[in-house]
């Protein structure tokens, strides 16, 4: 059965820095891609970061590209988000996935808010 199981998120102050984990199982992670997705009340989940499945070429979007970077680790079968210089704008639910086709299960996410 395929799992995502996303952690690290917490309350940080602007300017703050958060490492995202997300464990997965259940399918082959070293032959997927992997995404990071976020999402505040009210508006759809929106892709925020990208990963090829041997870790080589990632992608952001620009409201978090030179802050955040994405790696992973096909040995743990985790894949990370480092977040720095958080900004209030950040605040969201944070998800992971499969990518560039998701799979039809979410995990619970993590909760990142910023805020002083």
């Known amino acids: 059965q395929e799992k995502l199981v996303e952690s690290g998120g917490g309350l940080v102050q602007p300017g703050g820095s958060l490492r995202l984990s997300c464990v997965a199982s259940?399918?082959?992670?070293?032959?997927?891609?992997m995404r990071w997705y976020r999402q505040t009340p009210g508006t759809e989940r929106r892709l925020i970061a990208t990963i090829s499945d041997g870790g080589l070429i990632t992608t952001y979007a620009d409201s978090v590209k030179g802050r955040f970077t994405i790696s992973r680790d096909n040995d743990r079968n985790t894949v990370y988000l480092q977040m720095n210089n958080l900004k209030p704008v950040d605040t969201a639910v944070y998800y992971c996935?499969?990518?560039?086709?998701?799979?039809?299960?979410w995990g619970q996410g993590t909760q990142v808010t910023v805020s002083s």
């Open positions: 259940g399918f082959t992670f070293s032959h997927s891609g």
């Open positions: 996935n499969t990518g560039p086709i998701p799979l039809n299960y």
